[in-house]
């Protein structure tokens, strides 16, 4: 394990995780994936800034690469599916419907990976 947590060659080394999550839970359960030596691609929409709340974002999201994608526009989504496509896991919060809404809801991904596993986290 160095400084940061990250555990290199770690169980988890063979994942790529999309993260789409917000808020606590969300980016603490793919930091843990982080932790454990998963690849995750942390992937907001770029017009959000980036909250400032005393290191707590520093916290949630260490080990992740960062990736601003608008997921309402064609060109967002398509950039998203091609993850999908290449990726073992994608872990959202949005409300109910959000993905169903943007067509990313999971028989949709499964469509583009059908080893894609997907969690709707609260």
Not at 1 to 22: A, F, H, I, P, Q
């Amino acid at each position: 394990m160095n400084k940061s947590g990250y555990v290199e060659g770690g169980s988890l080394s063979d994942l790529r995780v999309l993260d789409l999550t917000r808020v606590w839970a969300g980016p603490l359960a793919t930091r843990i994936f982080g932790d454990f030596g998963a690849q995750i691609i942390k992937i907001s929409d770029p017009r959000t800034p980036v909250a400032n709340t005393n290191g707590v974002n520093n916290k949630l999201n260490r080990n992740k690469l960062s990736l601003g994608l608008r997921l309402d526009k064609d060109s967002g989504k398509g950039i998203f599916r091609d993850l999908v496509a290449i990726s073992d896991v994608v872990i959202e919060n949005f409300r109910p419907r959000v993905m169903r809404n943007l067509s990313l809801a999971y028989d949709q991904l499964k469509a583009i990976n059908h080893d894609i596993v997907m969690c709707s986290m609260p």
